[in-house]
């Protein structure tokens, strides 16, 4: 699974979107991008994944490169209780498993 | 719908011990894999089972084990604690083996303190 760098920490004004950013240059063409989030000592949470095309949901949007080398996970009003740590995450379409990679992930802080 | 459910919360053992805890996923969905969270090295993968077979496991000792029951539920045991085993437990299930297309969904954690 290709690795994925995003910055360490973002803080974001509450009310304004979120735009979180995840490189992952050395990705295939039949590997997804996925988003989780874990609000502090809670399990992580889904947000939305996606494998070449933006695909938004009630959540956020997830906007990926034409050449998939960077995908950004947008927040569209970001509130207080969106503090958290955002995982960016790179797996591969096939090999039923469910190991997933995670990094250090971007700790998002929303400010009043 | 219920989510993924750990069970117990929060557990404190001493060294030498040996604890087991337990998940059940969510209904019909019939693969579960399990994560390790520390400070240092954050979250960290240690097994998927489906069908009550391991399918997949990350780089832990043979202390750290794991099963699944037919109805889907499973539980991981670890024994012999050492210090360093104190983490937060994650399980996580899936409707299939977990693919491209699908999601993980997590249980909010065991908390394991080992002192």
């Known amino acids: 699974d290709a690795k994925t760098t995003q910055p360490t920490s973002m803080d974001c004004a509450e009310g304004r979107a979120a735009n979180l950013p995840c490189n992952h240059s050395?990705?295939?063409?039949?590997?997804?991008v996925y988003w989780y989030r874990q609000i502090h000592s809670q399990g992580p949470q889904y947000i939305i994944h996606?494998?070449?095309n933006n695909e938004t949901n009630e959540m956020a949007s997830l906007i990926i490169t034409e050449d998939r080398k960077s995908s950004t996970l947008i927040l569209p009003h970001a509130t207080l209780r969106d503090t958290a740590v955002y995982y960016c995450i790179v797996r591969h379409g096939s090999g039923n498993t469910g190991k997933l990679i995670f990094g250090q992930g971007t700790t998002l802080q929303v400010k009043p | 719908k219920a989510g993924v459910t750990q069970t117990p919360r929060y557990l404190i053992k001493t060294r030498g011990q040996q604890v087991t805890l337990s998940c059940s996923p969510i209904?019909?969905?019939?693969?579960v894999s399990w994560y390790q969270q520390t400070p240092g090295q954050g979250l960290q993968f240690l097994f998927e089972y489906f069908s009550e077979t391991q399918r997949n496991k990350g780089n832990f000792p043979g202390r750290f084990s794991g099963r699944q029951f037919s109805n889907s539920r499973s539980e991981m045991n670890v024994s012999t604690l050492e210090l360093g085993d104190s983490a937060l437990y994650l399980c996580?299930?899936?409707?299939?083996?977990?693919?491209?297309?699908?999601?993980?969904?997590f249980g909010a954690g065991s908390r394991l303190t080992v002192l």
């Open positions: 209904s019909g969905h019939r693969s």
């Open positions: 996606g494998l070449k």
């Open positions: 996580a299930s899936s409707l299939e083996l977990f693919s491209g297309a699908n999601v993980l969904t």
């Open positions: 050395t990705i295939s063409g039949n590997e997804y």
